[in-house]
């Protein structure tokens, strides 16, 4: 069975910094893995998918990472801003119809 | 291009009640999805629907039921509410193809007391 896991459950860092979320999966054969954002009271908002052909994939000041052979993905976020808080969360996509497995998230805050 | 519509966006149930949940996508997916969230535990998937008359479980369906007449519409039924079933539901779907994303609605946040 796929699980997901994030550490930290929470991260507040102040305004600019560049930062890292991590995300490790414990089956590696997975067809993708995606990012999605979620701010409070609101629904899931995709960022990223890179599939498993992939190691990367950027969009803006995003970049995230995939190495299936360690379980490991990376979000990576240049020159955080205030805008940025919210609750992150990946997802491993094992195929079995289109079945995600999500990890918990992690809440990012980025003070002014 | 509205997405994934859910109604209501509230709602508190008495135990023993029954709801509907209501979702309707305009992107014509094949797949939709039913998750429920609730504090410190992430998502958990309820039902799924990979196409109009084909539904299946995920991981969590007792307590619920859906169907999917159309390709728009995939409703989750609540029958005789519990306290357990208090959480926030997220309905989504995608193209079906393994590399398109996940959208989500905005969710329903149920109470049952």
């Known amino acids: 069975k796929q699980e997901v896991t994030q550490i930290p459950a929470a991260l507040s860092v102040p305004e600019g910094e560049n930062l890292v979320l991590n995300c490790s999966f414990t089956?590696?054969?997975?067809?993708?893995l995606q990012w999605f954002r979620q701010d409070p009271g609101k629904g899931l908002t995709s960022l990223l998918l890179?599939?498993?052909?992939?190691r990367e994939q950027t969009s803006g000041r995003l970049n995230a990472s995939l190495d299936k052979s360690s379980g490991r993905s990376t979000l990576y976020i240049a020159a955080s801003q205030p805008g940025d808080s919210a609750t992150y969360l990946c997802a491993a996509d094992t195929g079995a119809n289109s079945k995600l497995t999500f990890g918990k998230g992690i809440t990012l805050s980025v003070r002014p | 291009n509205a997405g994934v519509t859910q109604t209501p966006k509230f709602r508190i149930l008495k135990i023993g009640q029954s709801m509907t949940l209501q979702c309707t996508q305009d992107m014509n997916h094949n797949y939709m999805y039913w998750y429920r969230q609730d504090p410190g535990m992430g998502l958990k998937l309820i039902y799924y629907?990979?196409?109009?008359?084909?539904?299946d479980k995920g991981e969590v369906p007792n307590g619920y039921n859906v169907s999917r007449s159309t390709t728009e519409d995939f409703p989750l039924r609540l029958e005789l509410a519990a306290p357990s079933q208090t959480s926030v539901y997220f309905c989504?779907?995608?193209?079906?193809?393994?590399?398109?994303?996940?959208?989500f609605g905005n969710g329903t946040r149920l109470t049952v007391t």
């Open positions: 629907s990979v196409g109009a008359g084909i539904t």
């Open positions: 989504a779907s995608r193209l079906g193809l393994k590399a398109t994303p996940l959208h």
């Open positions: 890179i599939q498993s052909s992939q």
């Open positions: 089956d590696s054969a997975i067809y993708n």
